[in-house]
């Protein structure tokens, strides 16, 4: 795990400032995102889609001249070691 945080703050992440964002389910989709990872993913595409629009839009850009991007990580159980996956976002 250290090393991967050390890769991302030294090699993939830019010097520039981050925005977190979690997304947060209710424990019916926890579940099935758990069981169906594929949907997971449609969801995590339609955040990340949602995100990039937003920010690009509010720094006054396009879609043809700005550019964004993001790293994803699963939260797969909670605190109390319950199975809760979530999502949490840099971009």
Known sequence: ???ST???VDEVLPRE???QWVLSVPFALRFLFACQPTERGKVLGILYRTIATHLIK???LTHA???TGAVT???RFGSALTKSPGAISNS
């Open 65 to 67: 001249t700005g550019q």
């Open 6 to 8: 050390a890769l991302l």
């Open 73 to 75: 990580l699963i939260q």
């Open 17 to 19: 400032p981050l925005r």
């Open 58 to 60: 509010k720094a006054g």
């Open 1 to 3: 795990m250290v090393e």
